[in-house]
């Protein structure tokens, strides 16, 4: 039986839009149960069904009615007046009944077809998937970088928006207007950090990360390498005092008592990454005790200081890359040779590897490139014969580096160790010296202690054939590796030497 419809819906521009409808529906219906039943989809395949697609299927729709008004008002034209303002709906006649039954099927199919296509996008452009691959060339660094962070399966969302509407409302407008810069090509290379409208680390990280609970102190062992021939193994062992040594104690001691509840640390700063502080601000909201240090050093005027924002320290003062750390080239070496994935046999293989690494390349491809002919050059000119017997473990060595150096350096984003300041330690950034440098003092010349075993002790260091060991409730002071630095490190900032490509 042939299905008639008003007379009105009988125009090329109706029948355009019902097909283009048609076809996005059951497109969208068939590419979901294909990504549902089959697990088979990216992050381009949810944009199609969730936001490319329905938005052709919208226009489609809004075509039929187009196409029905221009054909009345055409016709109302040609019969000179003798058509009706309005139309007259008839359900005695079958061609408006018909009308009116596709017309309401349609609209429910269509209205449930929203409401699940709106709940599967909302969630889409939460996920992790949406947020680190859609605009890859911007969000590569940061979504390779979370990928191997302690953080990898805590979504985006959770620490970028956390709960509640008004943060989620700021997050979509700050995303548009996001998207407008990757469309126009105008964002900054790298993305510049701290970010100014994040949700306060009080709300987010502490969601999980509990103030109140008790961490104890934490034995922790880092393995380096030296910049000689044999690639000197160097080990160092601390005893990170991330709390207290006893339970009781709580947060009144160690590295988390700057997040104690009974206490309030608040700071000011003159740069935009938080790392120049010439005033702190301790207060204990138990005792009433407030002290106020600054920093003479940094001759800040007065007029100037009053004028700068007060910051209460949070998570994020330390932790300043949780999720997205770039680490220094030092450091992902060394733990490179620690897996394997780089040799420790193959001769000065560490010095070779930092001395391509601190090139700039223009590109990924560029860089993968000249690592692979600095290194083959390297051992093919200085040493011939282990070029020619161990071609094997070059090769190795080389695509050790090369995996390295694609986790943490973005050349296209200008994205590397040294563009975010890294604030726990003090080695390739201030870090704790930002403010324990014996240079904070009250008026009372109370300091701000620059005394490193507030944080940490050192227990056992050394090659493995040549080990200092300290003995039960006891310390070693630092001995730098190597001889050529001695108890200058004493007087010194570790940043004045140690710039990310440094043993």
């Known amino acids: 039986m042939k299905l008639k419809l008003p007379h009105s819906s009988q125009n090329w521009i109706s029948l355009v839009g019902a097909t283009i409808a048609l076809i996005s529906f059951f497109m969208i219906v068939f590419l979901f149960v294909i990504s549902l039943t089959l697990d088979q989809g990216n992050s381009y395949l949810g944009i199609i069904i969730y936001i ?4 052709v299927l919208v226009i489609g729709l809004l075509l039929i009615p187009l196409g029905m008004w221009w054909k009345i008002r055409k016709e109302k034209k040609s019969a000179a007046g003798s058509q009706k303002d309005f139309p007259v709906i008839d359900f005695n006649d079958v061609r408006h009944r018909n009308a009116f039954m596709v017309f309401a099927v349609g609209t429910a199919i269509f209205l449930l077809a929203s409401a699940v ?3 599967e996008a909302f969630h889409y452009t939460e996920s992790v998937e949406f947020c680190g691959t859609v605009c890859h060339s911007v969000m590569k660094p940061e979504y390779v970088a979370y990928q191997n962070s302690p953080h990898a399966r805590v979504g985006c969302v959770e620490c970028h928006i956390g709960g509640g509407a008004d943060w989620y409302m700021k997050s979509k407008l700050s995303g548009l207007r996001q998207v407008y810069a990757v469309i126009a090509n105008d964002f900054s290379r790298p993305i510049p950090t701290p970010i100014k409208d994040l949700r306060p680390a009080r709300e987010t990280c502490e969601e999980c990360h509990w103030p109140q609970k008790f961490y104890s102190r934490k034995l922790r062992l880092e393995r380096h390498y030296l910049n000689d021939e044999n690639n000197t193994e160097w080990d160092i062992t601390l005893t990170m005092k991330i709390g207290s040594s006893l339970s009781a104690f709580g947060l009144e001691e160690g590295i988390h008592w700057h997040i104690n509840p009974n206490v309030k640390i608040e700071y000011k700063h003159t740069d935009d990454k938080r790392q120049n502080i010439p005033w702190v601000r301790y207060t204990n909201t138990k005792t009433g005790e407030v002290f106020v240090y600054t920093d003479e050093n940094q001759n800040v005027d007065q007029k100037l200081l009053d004028s700068l924002e007060v910051r209460q320290m949070d998570c994020m003062d330390c932790h300043t890359r949780p999720s997205h750390n770039y680490q ?8 490179a040779i620690t897996s394997g994935a780089i040799p420790k046999d193959l001769t000065l293989i560490k010095f070779a590897a930092l001395e391509v690494i601190g090139k700039e390349f223009a590109t990924t491809e560029e860089a993968m490139k000249g690592i692979e002919d600095h290194i083959t050059k390297f051992y093919s000119d200085n040493y011939p014969d282990l070029f020619k017997n161990k071609n094997d473990l070059i090769k190795k060595a080389i695509t050790g580096i090369q995996n390295e150096y694609n986790k943490n350096i973005f050349p296209e984003m200008k994205v590397r160790w040294d563009a975010y300041p890294n604030n726990i330690g003090h080695l390739e950034f201030m870090g704790c010296f930002r403010c324990h440098n014996d240079q904070h003092a009250t008026v009372q010349k109370k300091v701000i202690s620059k005394d490193c075993n507030i944080c940490h002790v050192i227990n056992a260091q050394g090659t493995p054939d040549n080990m200092q060991v300290a003995s039960v409730n006891s310390f070693l002071e630092f001995k730098h590796p190597g ?17 990310g490509l440094n043993p």
Do not use: D, Q, R
């Open 52 to 55: 490319a697609l329905p938005s």
């Open 328 to 335: 220094p080239p030092a450091f992902f070496i060394n733990n």
């Open 483 to 499: 001889n050529a630095v001695t108890t200058e490190w004493k007087e010194m900032m570790c940043v004045e030497c140690h710039t």
């Open 117 to 119: 296509g709106s709940y």
